[in-house]
Nanobody, 124 residues
Framework: QVHLVQSGGGSVQAGGSLRLSCAASDNTLSVYCVSWFRRAPGKEREGVAAIDSLGSISYTDSIKGRFTISLDSAKNTLYLQMNSLKPEDTAMYYC??????????????????WGQGAQVTVSS
């Protein structure tokens, strides 16, 4: 069992940067496959970035080179650094913890635990 609490997000102009944080309690994040998802209005949920228990990382193609996922084991906190933001990055972003290995920005074993979400809005 793990409880995920998100922080960060907000509004920024295109080309700007934001950082999302996802702090965990009750268990150690590094034993899980952890990931970031997003859901834009009218669109399906999309896996953005994931890092598994061995440290392998995967990103979805649309954010490669702009976003960076990282896990600070000492703080038991997952981050998503988002640079060169575009209006199409506007969405609600969620962190998640689950199992498996990474593929196409997600964990192939699914996600059992979710953060509460954080809105990211990018204006042109």
């Amino acid at each position: 069992q793990v409880h995920l609490v998100q922080s960060g997000g907000g509004s920024v102009q295109a080309g700007g940067s934001l950082r999302l944080s996802c702090a965990a309690s009750d268990n150690t994040l590094s034993v899980y496959c952890v990931s970031w998802f997003r859901r834009a209005p009218g669109k399906e949920r999309e896996g953005v970035a994931a890092i598994d228990s061995l440290g392998s990382i995967s990103y979805t193609d649309s954010i490669k080179g702009r976003f960076t996922i990282s896990l600070d084991s000492a703080k038991n906190t997952l981050y998503l650094q988002m640079n060169s933001l575009k209006p199409e990055d506007t969405a609600m972003y969620y962190c998640a913890a689950g199992w498996g290995t990474v593929i196409n920005g997600t964990c192939n074993g699914g996600s059992n635990y979710w953060g509460q979400g954080a809105q990211v809005t990018v204006s042109s």
